[in-house]
């Protein structure tokens, strides 16, 4: 995407809400923030708003730079501007970071009021349910009735699903992407990888280590761990081969495959911006998070959903294999719902989803302008 | 299987060379011993043994019982014995412990003689190609000239592979199963978190824990991430679907899924009976096997084969995906090898070759007839 389609610099925005949040679990928090990101116009009659929710690691920087020097745009940046699939020129894009996250929504790397210190494991276990609820205080603040459309890929397409089910008079239309109504048994494996690697590190002390090193080791290999999934076997292939980092190495003990480089660099990078117990608390909630739960099963849970939906999947997507999004849209046809699913052929995996912009932005447009 | 057809108590034997075996990366150990089993009788002509390799964490006890009260039979004990796919009413069948293991067969767990203390990372890092030859030096010591037949899942296949391509004269015949003549990236990448995940526990201290505590978490995470390769996501749907091991846990934050639990079950148990730098060695063997290496390219390599040969591959095994053995079989029809592969419609993935025991037994027993 060049410069010109870019929104430019944008500005995070912040806004407290002073009142008890009450978490699905039925524990509270006193007060929340909300870090977000607007991009585009909402028009007077405030009825041209789309909430883009991010994925596990995701932040409300989703398009433009935060400075001028910025380096990389935000995540969907190839999604959201002028002309693109999510066109500024039409529509008001509003981006929120989810709750329990590490970039400037309330989370456990947040200061707890009541002692002054971060709260850690202290803070209550955050479901989707919990997510989507605070998206919808922003919303209210944010004077929009009704929403155009709320997409997202992965654990953002949960939410947008989320959304669906729990507000259903809150949106014309949902398109989650690359997601399910619940994770597979294979994706819970993945993250107890993650979250045992990161617990086990000593350097974790049960959450407490704010004040101390952080669990660097620990928090690198639960990431490595999620770059399996978001990758495929073919992507794989593609990006690494069998290609050795250090030929000379390779009867050395700690000579390393490309891919093994790879997983290494990105999983230290990552301990940089990204807090431990936050990745602890993502993945609980991409664990526990089911549509059904509280709903009966996932028919009754989807039949509560009025908004038009599309669906979007990946072939080789074995996180959130497509046989989920057909699932979930074969029982919403059933119900007589205006709903779509399309599996798009790609070898990028999970990451399709951030990577194949050129058949999305066609895609979504086709499915906006029909909303 | 029925006791009827158990191969009964069977000793595990030594034998040691005690002259210089060098290593593929032309390091050298002076004396190495073998630990295998042997099931059935060598005929006078010494020409019905059958070589069974083992897999990662396997050992020489693949068939009967070591004790008359063990409780578990040796891990390929439903293919071995009268009248199963192994037949020991015909066939003399080996088994022999891989060298780096800790299985009995010397490793870096083992006793460096020129010291008094463990090799530790002090020992060479191993090839397929030198567990091959030392198995070649096992079965010269029992006066076979020529071996009916070589077979193995997975890191055993590769081993069948590799005898084939060096010692092509020494075998009528050769079985990989479930097995490639490399691995993948992404099977690589899985390795890698395992090698970080024991590397990074501090108790792992260079490999130097022998005389104090073992890196029980780093190794107990490495098996877990081993775990979750050797089934398929429907295998992850049938064994534990989204169960919880705790419901009243859910919003818990160590709560459990029943598949958590039983990682953590499994990858603690394995911390009991297996050596962490064994671990790491096996991986690595793993990782830097390739047929092709040192004879130009897969094709070059394979022109060595003349044994006959049948790949079995299982449909959901994404660690050594079937179409690895089906580029194989395709090379050597060209060739004008007699060859086949057969890939079985299997829910297991990996896990299939110690599992589908009837179709197996099936292919083989007529396999076998035919060589």
Same mark, same amino acid.
């Given at each position: 995407m060049t410069d010109k389609a870019s929104v430019g610099v944008v500005k995070t925005q912040y806004v407290t809400f002073r009142d008890d949040f009450f978490f699905e679990s039925g524990r509270v928090v006193s007060s929340v923030t909300v870090a977000y990101e607007t991009y585009g116009q909402l028009n007077g009659a405030k009825d041209n708003a789309i909430l883009v929710c991010h994925a596990l690691t995701g932040s409300a920087h989703a398009a433009g730079f935060n400075r001028e020097d910025e380096q990389k745009p935000g995540w969907w940046d190839a999604m959201i501007g002028p002309g693109k699939a999510f066109d500024t020129d039409k529509y008001f894009v509003i981006c929120s970071n989810f709750l329990g996250s590490c970039f400037g929504t309330t989370g456990p790397s947040s200061i707890d009021p009541s002692t002054g210190k971060r709260y850690g494991l202290k803070f209550p276990v955050v479901t989707i349910r919990d997510m989507v609820r605070l998206q919808k205080r922003l919303i209210d603040y944010l004077g929009i009735e009704k929403l155009f459309c709320i997409a997202g890929g992965s654990m953002g397409g949960m939410q947008a699903l989320e959304w669906g089910a729990t507000f259903p008079d809150s949106t014309r239309s949902i398109l989650p992407i690359a997601t399910s109504a619940h994770i597979t048994p294979m994706s819970i494996a993945f993250?107890? %990888?993650?979250?045992f690697a990161i617990m086990k590190d000593p350097r974790w002390n049960g959450g407490d280590y704010y004040d101390e090193e952080i669990p660097v080791d620990g928090l690198a290999i639960a990431r490595m761990a999620g770059h399996i999934t978001y990758l495929s076997d073919q992507?794989?292939?593609n990006k690494f081969g069998r290609?050795?980092?250090?030929?000379?190495?390779?009867?050395d003990?700690?000579?390393?495959?490309?891919?093994?480089?790879?997983?290494r660099y990105n999983g230290y990078k990552f301990t940089e911006v990204f807090d431990a117990n936050t990745y602890l608390y993502v993945l609980k909630a991409m664990d526990i998070f089911d549509l059904s739960y509280g709903r009966g099963n996932l028919?009754?849970?989807?039949?509560?959903?009025?908004?038009?939906?599309?669906f979007l999947t990946f072939t080789s997507d074995f996180l959130f294999p497509p046989y989920q999004a057909e699932e979930i849209v074969a029982i919403m046809k059933k119900q007589g719902k205006e709903t779509d699913? %399309?599996?798009?052929?790609?070898?990028?995996?999970?990451?399709?989803?951030?990577?194949?912009?050129?058949?999305?932005?066609?895609? %979504?447009?086709?499915?906006?302008?029909?909303?």
């Open positions: 993250n107890a %990888i993650a979250k992507a794989f292939h290609r050795y980092a250090n030929f000379e190495g390779i009867y003990f700690k000579g390393m495959f490309e891919v093994e480089n790879y997983l028919d009754e849970a989807l039949s509560a959903i009025t908004a038009k939906s599309l699913w %399309i599996n798009i052929t790609s070898d990028y995996g999970h990451d399709a989803f951030l990577l194949e912009f050129e058949v999305q932005t066609g895609l %979504i447009k086709d499915f906006l302008s029909r909303v």
